[in-house]
């Protein structure tokens, strides 16, 4: 089941249905809709994109294709799986046109971070905290399923219906995300309990 409003929790088919009244033009649909999915989606983009006002934009154009393109959800997956496929193409789509003439992932792992020190992180932040800037660090295929697997709570299969790829990539994709997760921890001296 997922999320609704404050409190409240509302099944699959609810949502499957309420998509069915927004290709009817549903204006009231479409807002209740807008108002479930506008926060994780944005923080969703936020993560893969790291820029609120890009996300934002980004959130815009994904509720619009909800609105436009409702008559072609299928019902292959989830509402929150399409939702976030469709934010994540648009986040594609974005960092491909921001990309041209832009350093590739490398040859920015390999500029000095001048954020004060891990050590004076732990001082002033807790390990959550710390654990958000560490995933700033990761590819965005890591932060991706990262977010997706315990922020939005998807499933594994979920994960891979919004990324586009077979549940063995999601898999590796996770394994290796934890693993330079825990070891920039380890650097950052937060040790495994």
């Not at 609120?52 to 299928?74: P, Q």
């Not at 996770?174 to 921890?185: Q, S």
Request: aromatic share 6%.
């Amino acid at each position: 089941m997922a999320e609704g409003g404050p409190g409240k929790r509302v099944a699959e088919a609810d949502l499957r249905h309420l998509v069915e009244k927004v290709a009817g033009g549903d204006h009231v649909a479409f807002r209740w809709l807008f108002r479930r999915f506008q926060r994780p989606v944005h923080a969703y983009l936020s993560r893969l994109i790291r820029l609120s006002h890009i996300a934002d934009e980004l959130m815009n154009e994904t509720m619009l294709e909800l609105w436009k393109g409702a008559g072609r959800f299928g019902g292959r997956s989830t509402v929150s799986t399409w939702l976030f496929g469709i934010a994540r193409h648009k986040a594609i789509d974005y960092l491909r046109r921001s990309r041209e003439g832009a350093l590739d992932e490398e040859a920015l792992a390999e500029i000095p971070d001048p954020s004060p020190s891990p050590e004076d992180s732990l001082g002033r932040a807790s390990v959550a905290d710390l654990v958000g800037k560490l995933m700033e660090r990761l590819s965005v295929e890591h932060r991706e399923v990262l977010h997706l697997a315990y922020r939005e709570e998807l499933s594994v299969e979920e994960i891979a219906g919004v990324v586009d790829c077979p549940v063995n990539t999601v898999k590796t994709r996770m394994f290796y995300a934890r693993k330079r997760l825990k070891t920039l921890l380890a650097e950052s001296g937060v040790e495994e309990p």
